[in-house]
């Protein structure tokens, strides 16, 4: 069980490139979220997803996107990124139908920097 | 889901009881308290949530007050590598994106 993995460890954008990060899961979790977390501060849901084909807003949605078109990954799409947009991003999976355990499972992080 | 209240920070002795205060008054009956740490630049690690009772794993216990208004983290017998950020979080459960991690405690354990 690899847990919850994401791609790529580190990043370096210049402003208006674009990237896309990745999130993947096998423990066959419903929910997957993306947080992004500043220097010296808590965490920020920027969008999650409670199953297959659909996704929602959280706190600080604007300047991502986000798709799940299969169960175990979760896709995070900076379009047009902005130096606002250096931070270290989280992804979490939870809530398994077949268990009864909600709480969430992190992934290592992407240290994202936008020059 | 509610919000939650925490000190910025504490110290504690190595091998003395970590005590972690949080505030959470405006809790509403069907909200859990869950706690997470986070050490150093890793992603957030479960430690434990309770509903109303108290509860005791093998990491940590969580007192809950009876008003459910307030909650203490137990880490009965701290370690250096207990040094963390540690998160209390209010949420129904099974939540569905609404998790508020806020600032944390930043628990400083020293020999």
């Known amino acids: 069980n690899a847990g919850v993995t994401q791609t790529p460890k580190f990043r370096v954008l210049k402003t208006g490139q674009s990237m896309t990060l990745l999130c993947a899961q096998d423990?066959?979790?419903?929910?997957m979220y993306w947080y992004r977390q500043d220097p010296g501060m808590g965490l920020r849901l920027i969008h999650y997803s409670v199953g297959e084909g659909t996704t929602a807003k959280g706190e600080v949605p604007d300047g991502y996107n986000v798709s799940r078109l299969k169960k175990q990954n979760f896709l995070l799409g900076l379009e047009s990124a902005a130096p606002s947009q250096t931070s270290v991003y989280f992804c979490?999976?939870?809530?398994?139908?077949?268990?009864?355990?909600?709480?969430?499972?992190f992934g290592p992080g992407t240290r994202l920097t936008v020059t | 889901d509610a919000k939650t209240t925490q000190p910025p920070s504490m110290d504690c002795a190595e091998g003395r009881a970590a005590n972690l205060p949080c505030n959470h008054s405006?809790?509403?009956?069907?909200?859990?308290v869950y706690w997470y740490r986070q050490i150093h630049s890793q992603g957030p690690q479960y430690i434990i949530h309770?509903?109303?009772n108290n509860e005791t794993n093998e990491m940590a216990s969580l007192i809950i007050t009876e008003d459910r208004k307030s909650s203490t983290l137990i880490l009965p017998h701290a370690t250096l590598r207990d040094t963390a950020v540690y998160y209390c979080?209010?949420?129904?459960?099974?939540?569905?994106?609404?998790?508020?991690f806020g600032d944390g405690t930043t628990l400083t354990v020293k020999p």
């Open positions: 405006t809790i509403s009956g069907n909200e859990y």
């Open positions: 423990m066959n979790h419903e929910y």
């Open positions: 979490a999976s939870s809530y398994s139908t077949t268990g009864s355990s909600y709480e969430q499972y």
């Open positions: 309770g509903l109303k």
């Open positions: 979080i209010v949420r129904v459960k099974p939540n569905a994106g609404k998790s508020t």
